[in-house]
């Protein structure tokens, strides 16, 4: 096995995906509800109650623009917290992934099945808000569905960089630096909860590098009716995150389990 | 799916056609870790229908010579053939038609008995109908038929060990790893273990297996090699090993003034002597000087028995603790 190698990319991935689908499938309620239960209590929270203080914010009322930042950053949360805890505890704590190793699966097997899963997770996360967002009549633009096909990708981006991290942990502690380091000033300086414009010009030139700003540059404009500008770079930017993401949790997993 | 099916589909094909000869060879298998060499030149052959112990106390090097076999880290030198494929090179598609049974227990938890074997069955590609028929003749030859339903918290360590060689074997494997198979196991869990074992020998399975339980290697395995410190240190049947290796009675001996006797008296009728806390270890071809001396000696009691593979083992690795 070349440490550097390419992560190898087929299907078998497709057992061990459905592996963690079943293990879904027994707690699916209480999921749907937890995933559901943190983002509406932002929107409602800040979204009415925040937003009844303010002016419009871009031009919309404040609810209606927090909408797209809620979608964003609940796929962001649900893509990490399972490429984190849940990944952790299958291949540290309950050696699962050791068990699967076993047979004609791969490790760049179970690391592929593991960020799809992820971003699979995260899907549902972001679909859910997102049909909030229309039950509560927030987006009427048919280019809102659009965001059905960015959410995957959004998934995909912060599952493989949270992979990496979890290829460093030596325990569920490590995984607290990640969030307040990294998910916490994320969803604080790329444009959820304000435009990024508001902040200092240092602050604006680091967000423009944080793959969340990308994810936001792109549903916003798309729930609230419009065509977003440089669509296509914003989505290179976040698979440019997710191929690095990725290929970095290859080579760390095999480090520390193929030695 | 298909695509994978059919791969593994012609994995076993291959691997059908070279059941002649060995079914795992390994040739001056070496791998160190931080400049410490735990697997340090070893070489073997396995045949079909064998089944082969490997002996050696803890962190002799047996669970990486394992991971070495299966494919799971590549060695700093020399080569292993698994199923006539070389590993790790081509380890995954040989790993189509070996079955691992791992010292510690990694079983689902999330799932009942049935769900672990379906789920794991699906990991080798083989279509969902292939999985099910199977699941019923493995659930009784691990006993656990009434528990099919059952989660994995509701078992017994016993059970759940069943279950993982059931699991080993839901791709009806021809080389069977078994890392330990015992450890931690009573009495009667372990015989039900060695029973299957037996009957899993008697169609035809080869099987490698790790311990340090020398009773079990004795009843299983026709031939073994121990390993100590990265190396095998001896090879053969369990009787060879015992033969050549020790004399055939050994006298235990202990109670007030044994090692005063052991030094002005004993050591002149035995061909050997090991002393361990207080207890006296007699070696002998013929022990009957020996114990005419301890007959008139009601202080000191013993315990005369023929020599085993322990004796062999402690004589070889030695006794101090290994952890």
């Given at each position: 096995?070349?440490?550097?190698?390419?992560p190898?990319?087929?299907?078998r991935?497709?057992p061990v995906w459905?592996?963690?689908?079943?293990?879904?499938?027994k707690?699916?309620?209480?999921?749907?509800?937890?995933?559901?239960?943190?983002?509406?209590?932002?929107?409602?929270?800040?979204?009415?109650g925040?937003?009844?203080?303010?002016?419009?914010?871009?031009?919309?009322?404040y609810i209606?623009?927090?909408?797209?930042?809620?979608?964003?950053?609940?796929?962001?949360?649900?893509?990490?917290?399972?490429?984190m805890?849940?990944?952790?505890?299958?291949m540290?704590?309950?050696?699962?992934?050791?068990?699967?190793?076993?047979?004609?699966?791969?490790?760049?097997?179970?690391?592929?099945a593991?960020?799809?899963?992820?971003?699979?997770k995260?899907?549902?996360?972001g679909?859910a808000i997102?049909s909030?967002?229309?039950?509560?009549?927030?987006?009427?633009s048919?280019l809102s569905l659009w965001v059905l096909?960015?959410?995957?990708?959004?998934?995909?981006?912060?599952?493989?960089?949270?992979?990496?991290?979890?290829?460093?942990?030596r325990s569920y502690?490590?995984?607290?630096?990640?969030?307040?380091?990294?998910?916490?000033?994320m969803?604080?300086?790329c444009?959820?909860?304000?435009?990024?414009?508001?902040?200092?010009?240092?602050?604006q030139?680091?967000?423009a590098?944080l793959?969340?700003?990308?994810a936001?540059?792109?549903?916003?404009p798309l729930?609230?009716?419009?065509?977003?500008?440089?669509?296509?770079?914003h989505?290179l930017?976040?698979?440019a995150?997710?191929?690095?993401?990725?290929?970095a949790?290859?080579?760390?997993?095999?480090?520390?389990?193929l030695? | 799916?298909a695509?994978?099916?059919t791969?593994?589909?012609?994995?076993?094909?291959?691997?059908?056609?070279?059941?002649?000869?060995s079914v795992l060879?390994a040739?001056?298998?070496?791998k160190?870790?931080d400049?410490e060499?735990?697997v340090?030149?070893?070489s073997?052959?396995?045949a079909p229908?064998?089944?082969?112990?490997?002996?050696?106390?803890n962190?002799?090097?047996?669970?990486?010579?394992?991971?070495?076999c299966?494919g799971?880290?590549?060695p700093?030198g020399?080569?292993?053939?698994?199923?006539?494929?070389?590993v790790?090179?081509?380890?995954?598609?040989?790993?189509?038609?070996?079955?691992?049974?791992?010292?510690?227990?990694?079983?689902?938890?999330?799932?009942?008995?049935?769900?672990?074997l379906?789920?794991?069955?699906?990991?080798?590609?083989?279509p969902?109908?292939?999985?099910r028929?199977?699941?019923?003749g493995?659930?009784?030859?691990?006993?656990?038929?009434?528990?099919?339903?059952?989660?994995?918290q509701a078992?017994?360590?016993g059970m759940k060990?069943?279950?993982?060689?059931?699991?080993a074997l839901?791709n009806?494997?021809?080389?069977i790893f078994?890392?330990?198979?015992t450890?931690?196991?009573?009495?009667?869990?372990?015989h039900?273990?060695?029973e299957?074992?037996?009957?899993?020998?008697?169609?035809?399975?080869?099987?490698?297996?790790?311990?340090h339980?020398?009773?079990?290697a004795?009843?299983?395995?026709?031939r073994?090699?121990?390993?100590?410190?990265?190396?095998?240190i001896?090879?053969?049947?369990?009787?060879?090993?015992?033969?050549?290796h020790?004399?055939?009675?050994v006298?235990?001996?202990?109670?007030?003034?044994?090692m005063?006797w052991?030094?002005?008296?004993?050591?002149?009728?035995?061909?050997?002597?090991?002393?361990?806390g207080?207890?006296?270890f007699?070696y002998?071809?013929?022990?009957?000087?020996?114990?005419?001396?301890?007959?008139?000696r009601?202080?000191?009691?013993?315990?005369?028995?023929?020599?085993?593979?322990?004796?062999v083992?402690?004589?070889l690795t030695?006794?101090?603790?290994?952890?």
């Amino acid at each position: 096995m070349q440490v550097f190698a390419p992560p190898s990319m087929s299907l078998r991935f497709v057992p061990v995906w459905r592996r963690n689908l079943l293990v879904w499938r027994k707690l699916a309620v209480p999921s749907i509800l937890g995933n559901l239960a943190d983002p509406m209590i932002y929107v409602f929270g800040l979204g009415y109650g925040l937003g009844s203080m303010l002016p419009e914010v871009g031009g919309v009322p404040y609810i209606a623009f927090l909408a797209a930042g809620m979608v964003c950053s609940s796929t962001m949360n649900s893509a990490t917290f399972e490429a984190m805890y849940s990944a952790f505890s299958r291949m540290h704590v309950q050696r699962t992934w050791d068990a699967i190793m076993n047979t004609p699966v791969d490790l760049d097997d179970v690391v592929l099945a593991e960020l799809v899963w992820a971003a699979s997770k995260s899907v549902l996360s972001g679909a859910a808000i997102l049909s909030v967002v229309w039950l509560l009549g927030l987006s009427n633009s048919l280019l809102s569905l659009w965001v059905l096909a960015l959410v995957p990708l959004v998934g995909l981006t912060f599952g493989a960089l949270a992979l990496a991290v979890t290829a460093m942990a030596r325990s569920y502690d490590f995984f607290m630096y990640y969030f307040t380091l990294i998910i916490t000033p994320m969803s604080l300086l790329c444009g959820v909860f304000f435009p990024v414009e508001q902040l200092p010009e240092l602050f604006q030139a680091i967000a423009a590098f944080l793959p969340l700003t990308h994810a936001v540059a792109i549903a916003r404009p798309l729930l609230l009716g419009h065509v977003p500008a440089d669509a296509a770079l914003h989505a290179l930017v976040l698979l440019a995150y997710a191929a690095a993401g990725f290929y970095a949790a290859a080579i760390l997993f095999r480090r520390r389990l193929l030695k | 799916m298909a695509e994978l099916a059919t791969e593994i589909g012609e994995d076993a094909a291959v691997a059908q056609v070279g059941r002649t000869t060995s079914v795992l060879a390994a040739k001056d298998l070496r791998k160190s870790y931080d400049g410490e060499e735990v697997v340090a030149g070893i070489s073997f052959g396995i045949a079909p229908g064998e089944c082969f112990g490997l002996l050696g106390p803890n962190g002799a090097g047996k669970t990486t010579t394992l991971r070495l076999c299966l494919g799971l880290t590549d060695p700093d030198g020399g080569s292993v053939e698994l199923m006539q494929r070389p590993v790790p090179g081509e380890a995954r598609s040989a790993r189509v038609r070996v079955g691992v049974v791992p010292q510690m227990d990694n079983l689902d938890p999330d799932f009942t008995v049935e769900e672990n074997l379906v789920v794991y069955g699906r990991y080798f590609g083989l279509p969902e109908r292939a999985i099910r028929e199977r699941i019923p003749g493995l659930l009784d030859f691990a006993g656990l038929a009434a528990r099919a339903a059952s989660r994995i918290q509701a078992l017994s360590g016993g059970m759940k060990r069943r279950l993982t060689l059931a699991r080993a074997l839901i791709n009806d494997p021809d080389l069977i790893f078994m890392d330990e198979p015992t450890t931690g196991l009573d009495p009667q869990a372990r015989h039900l273990i060695w029973e299957r074992l037996k009957q899993l020998l008697a169609q035809g399975k080869t099987i490698v297996l790790t311990t340090h339980f020398m009773e079990e290697a004795e009843r299983l395995c026709a031939r073994l090699a121990i390993m100590d410190r990265g190396r095998f240190i001896t090879e053969g049947s369990p009787r060879e090993l015992i033969v050549r290796h020790i004399e055939p009675h050994v006298v235990e001996v202990h109670g007030d003034g044994v090692m005063k006797w052991a030094d002005q008296e004993a050591a002149a009728l035995v061909s050997r002597l090991e002393k361990s806390g207080d207890t006296v270890f007699c070696y002998a071809v013929d022990p009957a000087p020996l114990l005419a001396s301890l007959s008139s000696r009601q202080e000191l009691r013993y315990l005369h028995r023929p020599a085993d593979l322990e004796d062999v083992f402690l004589k070889l690795t030695g006794r101090e603790l290994r952890d």
